[in-house]
C-alpha cells in the first residue's frame, strides 16, 4: 500500500471473513487540512489478499481499539481508522514516515519507506507472481507500467528467459551453450 492508503484504512474496509483489505480512499494532511481523498488511480481502488499472519496482526488490533472504545462506553465505529491516534482520527502520513526512519536507522538500513513498496514488487515478481497480479496488488494503472518500473530490477532474468525459450524450442530442460566461433573446448 502506498502511504496515504494505510492511512485511508477503516475497520469497514477490513473484511477478516475472506482475508482481505479494501483500498478505497486514501488520507491526505494538506496545509494542515486533514481529507480523504480517491485513491491515486481508478485501479488503486482495489482488494489485496492478506496472509494468515498479517490477518491476525489486524485482529489483535481491532480487539484493542474495542476496548479503547469500550473504555469510553462506546462501541468501535466501521468508519474508525484502523491506524489511529489518540484521538481516534487517522495517523498523520508523516507519522508513519518518521515511525520507519526511527526503525530503519535503529537496523541501519538505508531504505525509504516507499523503497519498501517496491521491494515487495521486485520479490513477488522473482517469486514468478505474474506481473498482471503484482500490478493489481500495487494498484498501478496498468501492467506494462507495472513491467516498466520492475522489468530490470531482476538480475539474470534475460539469461533465464532465454533457458527457458530453449527448453521450450528444443524440448529439454537446459540447452547446452553454444561454442562461440574460434574456440576450442580448451578454452
Known amino acids: 500500500c502506498r502511504r496515504s492508503e494505510i492511512c485511508g484504512l477503516q475497520?469497514?474496509?477490513?473484511?477478516?471473513?475472506?482475508?482481505?483489505v479494501?483500498?478505497?480512499?486514501?488520507?491526505?494532511?494538506?496545509a494542515g487540512v486533514e481529507m480523504y481523498r480517491e485513491p491515486k488511480s481508478a485501479r488503486s481502488r482495489r482488494a489485496i489478499a492478506l496472509d494468515a499472519y498479517?490477518?491476525?496482526?489486524?485482529?489483535?488490533?481491532?480487539a484493542d481499539?474495542?476496548?479503547l472504545a469500550g473504555m469510553f462506553g462506546r462501541p468501535l465505529a466501521q468508519n474508525a481508522p484502523v491506524f489511529a491516534r489518540a484521538n481516534g482520527r487517522p495517523l498523520h502520513p508523516e507519522t508513519i514516515t518518521k515511525a520507519w526512519v526511527r526503525v530503519a536507522r535503529a537496523l541501519r538500513l538505508s531504505v525509504r519507506l516507499h523503497d519498501l513498496r517496491h521491494?515487495?514488487?521486485?520479490?513477488?515478481?522473482?517469486?514468478g507472481i505474474p506481473v498482471q497480479?503484482?500490478?493489481q496488488r500495487l494498484?498501478?494503472?496498468?501492467?506494462g507500467f507495472t513491467l516498466t518500473q520492475y522489468a530490470g530490477v531482476l538480475p539474470g532474468a534475460q539469461v533465464e528467459a532465454a533457458e527457458k525459450l530453449a527448453a521450450l524450442l528444443n524440448g529439454h530442460s537446459k540447452a547446452p551453450a553454444p561454442?562461440?566461433?574460434?574456440t576450442t573446448e580448451a578454452g
Open 139 to 143: 494498484g498501478h494503472a496498468t501492467a
Open 179 to 182: 561454442a562461440l566461433a574460434g
Open 54 to 62: 498479517s490477518l491476525n496482526i489486524l485482529a489483535d488490533q481491532r
Open 133 to 135: 497480479l503484482v500490478s
Open 22 to 30: 479494501y483500498i478505497r480512499r486514501s488520507y491526505h494532511v494538506v
Open 11 to 20: 475497520w469497514s474496509d477490513v473484511d477478516f471473513d475472506r482475508s482481505l
Open 119 to 127: 521491494s515487495s514488487a521486485t520479490l513477488m515478481l522473482a517469486a
Open 65 to 67: 481499539a474495542e476496548r
